[in-house]
């Protein structure tokens, strides 16, 4: 009853969301990659996880033009880049799809003296993809671990195939499954998640891992053509009593955390009252942007309320 009742929730705020369309996918990076310094205030410089580029290029789009002075220029980068550019000053705000770790934090103040807000606004996930006639009736987290064991060496086993060797995917799974660097032979990783979704396609015991956002808006047509050939796989779980139960990469069970493989979408920015970093940041978190979140297929951290009107004009009761 509860999955039902989500389902309706997130059907409705669907529904009632803002109506722009968002950017087609392209598999590229925004056009205005160029990071600029501006002195004026008006113009904000944005590192994010490629992962989450759909969407925020289309957060990007509704926030200028409510706010048609200002310009966001978002850069998506691997991790590692993303920290660089905001060690240097070169990126104002990162939106990634992790928090940062104690490590991390504890670097930035002793190394620079940088001290960090971090405000989650959504929740992805990695989505599992598969042929068409790839079987998932016993697929679980157990499986997936032994097969990226480095003694795994089965012909049989899994392929296991990534959007990139540096993505935030590769190492969301290697921390989620307990691994550090070494791990089977069957695990490869290409170049996009869309060489992802054709490498599945033609190979029936392959097992694609990739962004949740790269497949989660199916209002898109791109996105409906990819489900042609492809399907999310299923994995084995327990719900809150012990009750074995099927979950995927989808909003009903990303947002009651039946799936395992959800990730947290966070923004950081340095430990200031800059107006445009939070200008944008609140953007992300507050009603507008949360419902394109929704929109999008992902899960907002803060859901909007559903106002509904009932109109009993007219009714008759016995």
Not at 44 to 61: F, M, R, S, T
Not at 266 to 282: A, E, G, I, S
């Amino acid at each position: 009853m509860m999955r039902k009742w989500l389902s309706w929730v997130l059907v409705s705020c669907f529904f009632a969301s803002c109506s722009q369309r968002a950017p087609e996918k392209s598999g590229k990076g925004d056009a205005s990659n160029e990071q600029v310094v501006d002195s004026t205030g008006t113009r904000l410089n944005v590192d994010a996880d490629p992962g989450i580029e759909h969407v925020l290029n289309y957060e990007k789009h509704i926030f200028e033009f409510q706010n048609d002075s200002l310009r966001v220029n978002i850069s998506y980068k691997n991790e590692a880049e993303m920290l660089e550019d905001f060690r240097t000053g070169k990126a104002d705000v990162l939106v990634m799809a992790r928090e940062l770790d104690t490590v991390e934090k504890e670097s930035l103040i002793s190394r620079d003296t940088i001290y960090v807000r971090e405000l989650q606004v959504a929740y992805d996930a990695v989505a599992l993809v598969g042929n068409k006639a790839f079987n998932d009736a016993d697929l679980d987290m157990e499986k997936l671990k032994n097969a990226f064991n480095p003694a795994a060496n089965d012909p049989a086993s899994y392929q296991m195939v990534f959007d990139d060797q540096q993505s935030s995917v590769v190492k969301f799974m290697l921390r989620k499954l307990g691994y550090k660097e070494k791990v089977s032979s069957h695990v490869y990783a290409l170049k996009s998640p869309a060489e992802v979704i054709e490498y599945v396609k033609k190979d029936k015991n392959a097992i694609g891992f990739v962004p949740f956002n790269f497949i989660s808006d199916f209002a898109d047509s791109g996105t409906m053509r990819i489900f042609d050939s492809v399907k999310i796989l299923s994995l084995r779980s327990k719900d809150e009593d012990g009750n074995s139960i099927r979950v995927s990469a989808n909003q009903v069970d990303i947002v009651t955390g039946h799936y395992p493989l959800r990730r947290n979408i966070c923004t950081v920015m340095r430990y200031n009252y800059k107006h445009l970093d939070w200008q944008f940041v609140n953007f992300l978190y507050k009603e507008r942007g949360a419902r394109i979140f929704m929109k999008d297929g992902l899960i907002p951290a803060h859901i909007p309320a559903l106002d509904i009107e009932v109109n009993t004009d007219g009714l008759k009761t016995n």
